[in-house]
């Protein structure tokens, strides 16, 4: 009888279809809030990790209690069709109101097939790419049960030591904008009502990736300028693409923990920037504003976070455990609890849930995208596009890469080579470790008649190194090597900090052995973050940074390997010669004393180059590019006009290939300094052998804006200059004036 009641009730309350206007929405929204219960009304702002997934300290296991009684309204970590379907009908027909829940998930590169980490897939500088894969992740996560993805996590890094770099899309805040927009799109699609789609969710807010020595968790403190303009603008990109929720970081902001940050949640987010959609803490957010030293105990924490416009709880059961009493005290208001409800509510049923609870619950769907062809294809295209070739160059008149296919034998050694699951890298969601193919399966398929061997050679951790031997053996049978090293999945991601930054255990001894052995070597670097490869870069001849490509990878390395795919990759993030260079980026100040070899009283080190090993922007092709022929339409950028540049490029090599070139620019004099160098646009161009193209670009005033002295965001008038190439280093450039 409950059951029939609260069905009726529901269909009663939300009327059947689910493409409605907002004002439609919002009349559903507020009538089924009148009916609401105050208890009821809380358990809308509560979220539960379904026990499935965990992904941090698990504070309730009561939580099917908590849906059936109204007191949790959403649920995440738990996914298929099938398991979501059992779930939501308890919310629908046991609960007295009959409001579905809302399912949350963790599909950061993919849901079951793996897609390359976010930072891999950053150095595609693809932008259809990159909205692909949120698109089809997307697709697939939603026909298993799931509306909505913790994701994307656009956190801006300069620190390589933070495991969490892996997450993000490298350390520039224009391009980190671009890639932000383009995963909010791919995931929420055209239309909330089409169920493919997923709710993203813009996280961490704000400056998670700021945290002192790359600690996880740790400390941020920075100046407001900074924050503005190197790390808000990919979290603004986001919102203004219309991204749904956002998610609150771990960390404080100058003393203040960003879950119960006023300025942040609503100066910022709420006013500035006009964000309408819901807020949810990171997992137990609020409750570690005691631990924090912010908040005296739970309920303060509560009081605190839900007065800074915090919709929702993520696993902390404060405001279960707390809101109730807090309204009776009159310490919060039961209006900015229905707006917090109504905001939760709006997305439920613009997602349709109202109107069929089951509609992401769909095993007929969920058994035909999982692992469609679409999706392995897309895996194998994205990771091809995100692996990014350092280094190449000739040995005896010869280059190493790409190997040539009549090759006899060839040993691959390391741990990476032949492991499924380290190839998914950190979050891999639901990706299925048996799908996923090797760089030694992968070989193996590409050159039937060859000798293709696999030894291990040692672990990613730990001081074994009896496997050395055989290894040893298996190199010196072998015409070409190839050392497939670096991190596993567990090396990078959340709480996955590292103080050291070379190739964990003992790899590096391991590559030291191989090359001893003075054979043609070719290193595939798989990890999740840049790491300290110098030795590599002095004594090996050909490296490929293949991060943690996913599902794929190993076909993606082997295409690029073997010619089969040219190499197209570039930085997005400055790779360290040493841990104490950190942090290093390309768009440094000048300083008061720049750089001088031959002055000891400059900025530098008495131990390490100030340059970097390698440089934003950079990556090889197989082919050479050719810079010529800047010209400008204009010496002058006058008010609201613009400026028109041109460059010519040519492939000058022997091989068809993709290049991405650079605009930057640098203010020579501020209100305040300006970086040496900043990126404000790019091309991607693909050409020919001896084939050239003239790249166009437009500057106007809106690419010079900043925060002025008096925090004013706008262009000042002055000198400039402006630098293109392909990567942040190798540059041609031409100076301009910008008069208002
Ligand atoms: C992470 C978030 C994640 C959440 C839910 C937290 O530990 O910081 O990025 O979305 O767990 O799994």
């Known amino acids: 009888m409950k059951q029939t009641i609260g069905i009726l009730l529901s269909l009663l309350l939300v009327g059947t279809s689910w493409s409605q206007t907002e004002g439609e929405i919002n009349k559903k929204v507020a009538s089924l809030i009148s009916r609401m219960t105050l208890e009821e009304k809380i358990g809308q702002l509560t979220l539960y990790t379904s026990g499935w997934d965990q992904t941090g300290p698990t504070l309730r ?3 099917m ?6 007191r949790c309204g959403n649920l995440f970590n738990a996914h298929t069709a099938e398991y979501n379907r059992g779930l939501q009908k308890v919310a629908v027909e046991e609960t007295r109101l009959g409001i579905p829940l809302l399912f949350g998930y963790d599909v950061i590169h993919g849901y079951k097939t793996i897609f390359p980490i976010p930072l891999a897939e950053a150095c595609s500088w693809d932008m259809n790419l990159i909205e692909k894969s949120a698109r089809l992740a997307a697709k697939e996560a939603a026909a298993a049960g799931l509306h909505w993805t913790f994701n994307p996590m656009v956190d801006i890094s300069r620190d390589p030591r933070w495991g969490r770099i892996a997450e993000g899309a490298g350390e520039d805040p224009y391009l980190g904008g671009l890639i932000a927009a383009a995963k909010v799109k791919g995931h929420q699609g055209e239309e909330l009502s089409d169920p493919s789609t997923l709710l993203a969710c813009v996280k961490h807010f704000a400056a998670y990736g700021g945290a002192q020595a790359g600690r996880d968790y740790h400390t941020v403190d920075m100046s407001d300028r900074v924050l503005r303009e190197t790390y808000l603008p990919p979290y603004k990109a986001a919102i203004d693409a219309g991204a749904a929720t956002v998610m609150t970081a771990f960390n404080e902001v100058d003393g203040v923990p960003a879950t119960g940050s006023k300025y942040l949640m609503e100066d910022i987010l709420r006013k500035e920037w006009d964000f309408d959609g819901f807020i949810v803490t990171d997992y137990t957010a609020i409750n570690e504003m005691v631990p924090h030293g912010y908040a005296l105990d739970n309920q303060h924490a509560a009081e605190l976070a839900i007065n800074v416009g915090v919709d929702m709880d993520m696993q902390g059961a404060v405001y279960q ?4 009493k807090l309204v009776l005290e009159g310490k919060v208001s039961e209006d900015d609890i229905n707006a917090s409800v109504s905001r939760i509510l709006k997305y439920k049923y613009k997602l349709g849930l109202f109107d069929d609870p089951y509609r992401y619950s769909d095993a007929e769907r969920e058994k035909e995208v999982v692992f469609s062809k679409e999706m392995m294809d897309h895996s194998l295209e994205a990771g091809r596009k995100s692996i990014v070739l350092l280094k190449n160059i000739s040995v005896n008149g010869k280059k190493l890469l790409p190997i040539d296919p009549t090759t006899k034998n060839i040993a691959i050694i390391g741990p990476l080579g032949n492991n ?3 190839q998914l890298g950190t979050w891999h969601a639901s990706g299925d470790v048996n799908k996923a193919i090797t760089l030694f399966e992968a070989l193996k398929t590409a050159l039937p008649n060859a000798n293709i061997s696999y030894t291990e050679g040692c672990k990613t951790s730990g001081a074994d190194q009896s496997g050395f031997k055989d290894a040893l053996e298996a190199a010196r049978k072998a015409d070409i090597i190839i050392m497939a090293i670096g991190e596993d999945y567990r090396q990078s991601g959340e709480a996955a900090s590292r103080s050291e930054l070379g190739l964990p255990g003992k790899q590096q001894a391991l590559l030291e052995a191989i090359h001893q052995l003075n054979k043609p070597i070719v290193s595939v670097v798989m990890a999740g973050r840049p790491l300290t490869i110098g030795w590599m870069e002095d004594n090996l001849s050909a490296i490929v940074y293949a991060w943690h490509l ?11 390997l073997l010619g089969a795919y040219n190499p197209s990759g570039k930085l997005v993030i400055t790779f360290p010669r040493n841990v104490g260079q ?18 000891k009283y400059t900025s530098k080190y008495l131990d390490v180059e100030n340059t970097p090993l390698y440089p934003f922007g950079y990556g090889l092709s197989y082919t050479d590019f050719e810079y010529s022929n800047l010209r400008m339409s204009n010496k ?8 028109n540049v041109n460059i010519q490029v040519k492939n000058t090599g022997a091989l068809k290939g993709v290049e991405t070139i650079q605009l930057y620019t640098q203010d020579l004099v501020g209100s305040v300094t300006r970086p040496v160098k900043e990126l404000k646009d790019f091309r991607q161009i693909e050409l020919s052998p001896g084939e050239s193209k003239v790249v166009s670009f437009t500057i106007t005033s809106d690419d010079l804006r900043f ?7 706008k262009a000042e008038p002055g000198k400039f200059t402006l630098y293109i190439g392909g990567n942040s280093v190798d540059v041609l450039s031409a100076d301009f004036e910008y008069k208002n």
């Open 420 to 422: 499924k699951e380290d």
């Open 707 to 713: 925060h002025t002295q008096n925090m004013e965001y």
């Open 550 to 560: 996913g599902t794929m990878a190993g076909p993606a390395i082997a295409d690029v």
């Open 65 to 70: 209690e908590d849906v059936r009684s109204g």
């Open 321 to 324: 455990n707390h809101l109730e």
């Open 61 to 63: 296991s009561e939580y």
């Open 636 to 643: 002058t950028l006058n008010g609201d006009g613009s400026i």
């Open 582 to 599: 950190i942090p290093i980026y390309y768009s440094m100040k000048n300083t008061g004393r720049p750089f001088d070899a031959n002055n």
